[in-house]
């Protein structure tokens, strides 16, 4: 093992210990007589922060002696979640840790509990962004992330009287994870025009500047496990480029709009938007996006220029990944700084841009494909919509060469629509200024290859367009997450090596039969719904049965995601349990259902969803008849730190999407891995989690996503028929059994009047008898671990290590750095 103790502050209890009681003291000013909670957190962090830095340090030091070809992850969204424990585990100190804390008075638990959440991100695309940071450190590759420094993340949700209130979430107090870099700033320009002037013969585009915003760089420190290794993630932070007064104005005594130009450039970077898998076109949104690609790419740009090569070598030194579409405008940007700046010829410069970039799509919801229109990119960036309309001709010219008889191919394809107002297509962009673009599950890749981007794979052919099917780090979300299910899983697998290894979970299977170890199993699930339990009674007052079937569904409120679905479900259970005899009902299994996720604020249906969750709760958890045979619960606020609490917790989740709409959800993954069973669609990644796994061990239903397209058309043009079971729900509904009727007449009006797209009806009677199924499997116990051992041996597959093993093979082209560790 490579010597810690050479390169880092402590090693044992009594050095962290000491290098605690140092920062109480000196660093928070503090007594360790007053030393709280808080405080206790707050050291702890710094501690191993210090150890963190000297890695870190030496990384980018090796990154940089080295010179070798680099990864430049480029997301508008990481959602980190907490980072302390994961540093802890990731440098392999954690018992110190908590045999120190110990001593001092603090059960390690809570001490991590106060950290907040670093929740710069919505869902699946920031989270897997996240995955991959932790992977590409693990795996030791030269990569850095970039992305924006929101003042405000994800607004946290509160559940007031049923509905969902949102709140500012103010996480940056006190962040001992980000070291501000004063002196790496950046100034970005916007609006202005553009002038063309001859130097040395050549005639160049110079844009001149409207306003000028300075980018501040933050720079957090990425711990891989079990290696030096610490990469980095530079967020930029937005201030005023003239400092932050306007003196003549404050001189006159003029105060509002003496500090108006800082108020207005910070705002740029103090916004999360709230929406997955939505756009909508707002011009600080586009601002955002080319301050963020601007700064980078400046920084980018920079570091390829210390070592003095050949422009022609920058694909060879840089690769850069658009986490979707919201980077797209980088292409746009390199491209003018290589004509603009350096003089390159175009051919050139495209040639050198188009080789370096690689993009990455999440969705082929049509309201979720970013465009904007061409009048506000002409304001904000003249010089960018003239390069855009030179690829755009360029690129119309190859497609006019190659399909001359195909007219309309050019509507179709070009990167600015006719519409009114015209629009620029970014996906369409990213496609034509990337070498490689790939989905993130088998059956979404091949989905964009045949809908949204058909005409593209007939121009470029199949092969750059490829799959990469997601995954998530076992770090976090199995060892971090589920430590006694880690070691349970260790014990079994010849030690840790699984958690860098996923493969390695195949030996598990050999000890399914084994009564013993079956039985230690159930005892950690169990162990984890108590604790899920206790979460639940202390936030929403309800008791729950830790014995009970916990089913699961957590993720953002979507129509495509079919909470509804799910709601609906739960209320014809509530009703069939209504109908049977007490001697009946004894013989029911008991439920509990168990719901959270945020819906973006200006998305009202989905508000209604969360609306009519918590109104059947508040009618089922009250109604004796039921008692502990059927709890509903609506868990507020969930986020990532939630999320490693509620994943080990379940029996059954849900991963219900209409077929062909969820890209590749990564939760299915989560909880699988940490021993649950899944119910769900033939969509996105359910469908190689079933290859692995064994259709035996999971719960399918559901129409197929080939059927979607002629279901939706019949349900327009031929008569609709409703489920009667859903039917009844709806019935019961408009009685006003879980409230005011007219508070839900939207949701079934979407189904009964409104051509039911998401296919709930369609759906609804092979949902109802699959969940029937898998209560009957949950009452042979013994048989259900069985399944959940031999699910999560095989899981492997799904570890995001495997994923940057192949972006770097077949997008990137880039090698891991081997790392001395002595
Ligand atoms: O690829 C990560 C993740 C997929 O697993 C989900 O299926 C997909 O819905 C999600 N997309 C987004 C888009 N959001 N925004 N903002 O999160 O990507």
Redesign the pocket.
Same mark, same amino acid.
């Not at 969820?662 to 990564?666: D, I, L, P």
């Given at each position: 093992a490579w010597k810690r103790n050479q390169i880092t502050s402590f090693t044992d209890k009594d050095g962290f210990e000491k290098e605690v009681v140092r920062h109480v003291e000196t660093t928070l000013a503090r007594s360790m007589f007053n030393c709280d909670e808080i405080a206790a957190y707050s050291a702890t962090s710094l501690a191993f922060r210090d150890r963190l830095i000297t890695h870190w340090n030496r990384t980018q030091q090796r990154q940089t002696y080295r010179d070798t070809k680099r990864v430049y992850y480029l997301s508008l $969204?990481f959602l980190m979640g907490r980072a302390l424990d994961n540093a802890m585990l990731n440098v392999g100190l954690k018992n110190v840790a908590q045999d120190g804390l110990a001593e001092l008075g603090f059960r390690i638990e809570d001490v991590v509990k106060q950290e907040h959440d670093a929740a710069l %991100? /919505? =869902? =699946? !695309? %920031?989270? !897997?962004a996240a995955c991959f940071l932790d992977s590409l450190a693990t795996l030791n590759f030269p990569a850095w992330g970039y992305g924006l420094r929101y003042r405000y993340g994800i607004f946290k949700q509160e559940i007031i009287d049923g509905y969902q209130v949102e709140v500012p979430d103010y996480w940056l107090d006190f962040n001992p994870w980000e070291f501000p870099r004063h002196d790496v700033t950046v100034d970005i320009q916007f609006f202005g025009q553009v002038n063309k002037k001859t130097v040395g013969g050549k005639t160049i585009s110079v844009w001149e500047a409207g306003e000028i915003v300075q980018a501040v760089a933050y720079d957090v420190p990425i711990p891989g496990y079990d290696t030096p290794t610490t990469n980095n993630l530079r967020l930029w932070s937005s201030k005023a480029s003239g400092g932050e007064f306007d003196f003549q104005k404050f001189n006159s005594g003029d105060y509002e709009s003496s500090v108006a130009d800082q108020q207005r450039a910070e705002t740029i970077s103090a916004v999360l938007y709230p *929406?997955? *898998?939505l756009e909508r076109g707002k011009e600080l949104r586009l601002k955002q996006q080319y301050f963020w690609v601007a700064a980078s790419l400046y920084d980018i740009v920079r570091r390829f220029k210390k070592s003095r090569r050949s422009w022609n070598e920058f694909p060879d030194q840089v690769a850069i990944q658009l986490n979707?579409t919201h980077p797209t405008l980088a292409i746009v940007e390199l491209q003018r700084i290589l004509v603009d700046v350096e003089g390159l010829e175009w051919d050139n410069a495209w040639e050198i841009v188009t080789s370096t970039f690689g993009y @990455?799509n &999440? @969705?082929v919801l049509p309201e #979720?494909l970013e465009k904007w229109p061409v009048g506000l990119v002409q304001h904000l960036l003249p010089r960018h919509l003239q390069i855009i309309y030179d690829i755009n001709l360029f690129f119309l010219q190859s497609v006019e060469k190659a399909f001359p008889d195909d007219r309309d191919m050019l509507r179709r394809v070009s990167i600015i629509e006719e519409s009114q107002p015209k629009m620029v297509r970014m996906a369409f962009l990213a496609i034509v200024g990337s070498h490689k673009v790939n989905g993130? #599950?088998e059956l &979404?890749s091949d989905l964009i290859k045949t809908t949204i981007f058909k005409d593209f794979v007939e121009i470029y052919g199949p092969d750059k367009f490829t799959n990469v099917t /997601?995954g998530i780090t076992p770090r976090r979300w199995l060892h971090q997450a589920n430590p006694r299910l880690s070691e349970l899983i260790a014990s079994k697998c010849g030690g840790n090596d699984f958690l860098k290894d996923l493969t390695i979970l195949n030996q598990l299977e050999k000890h399914v039969e084994d009564k013993q170890f079956r039985k230690e199993w159930a005892e950690i699930k169990y162990a984890n719904k108590v604790r899920l339990a206790k979460h639940i009674k202390d936030t929403t007052g309800v008791v729950v049965n830790p014995a009970s079937l916990f089913d699961v569904q957590v993720k953002r409120i979507h129509e495509y995601k079919r909470q509804q679905l799910n709601i609906f479900g739960v209320i014809h259970r509530y009703l069939s349990l209504k109908a049977m005899t007490p001697d009946q009902r004894k013989k029911q299994l008991p439920r509990v259902s168990i719901f959270g996720g945020k819906a973006a604020p200006g998305y009202w249906m989905a508000k209604q969803i969360i609306h009519l969750i918590n109104s059947v709760g508040a009618v089922v958890n009250k109604d004796e008849d039921i008692g502990d045979l059927l709890k509903v619960i609506f868990l507020e606020d969930y986020n990532v730190s939630k999320a490693e609490m509620i994943c080990p917790a379940s029996d059954i989740s849900e991963h219900i999407s209409t077929a062909g709409t $969820? #890209?590749? %959800? @990564?939760s299915n993954m989560k909880f699988v891995l940490n021993g649950g069973l899944i119910i769900g669609t033939c969509d =996105? #990644?359910n469908i190689e989690i079933t290859r692995e796994i064994g259709e035996s061990n999971i719960f399918l239903f559901g129409n197929l996503s080939e059927d979607v397209e002629d279901l939706r058309h019949a349900h327009t043009y031929g008569s609709h028929t409703i489920d009667s079971d859903l039917d009844k729900v709806f019935n019961e509904i408009e009685k006003g059994t879980f409230g005011t009727p007219h508070d839900f007449s939207a949701m079934i009006a979407a189904v009964r009047q409104h051509g039911d797209y998401y296919l709930v009806s369609d759906d609804f009677h092979s949902y109802i008898e699959t969940h029937q199924l898998v209560d009957e499997a949950y009452r042979n116990q013994d048989e259900w671990i069985a399944k959940c051992i031999t699910s999560v041996s095989r899981m492997g597959f799904f570890t995001s290590d495997r994923c940057i093993n192949e972006y770097a093979e077949e997008i990137w082209n880039v090698e891991p750095l081997v790392v001395d560790r002595h």
């Open positions: $969204e %991100g /919505n =869902g =699946g !695309l %920031g989270r !897997l *929406n997955d *898998n979707d @990455t &999440h @969705t #979720a993130v #599950a &979404h /997601n $969820e #890209a590749s %959800g @990564t =996105g #990644a």
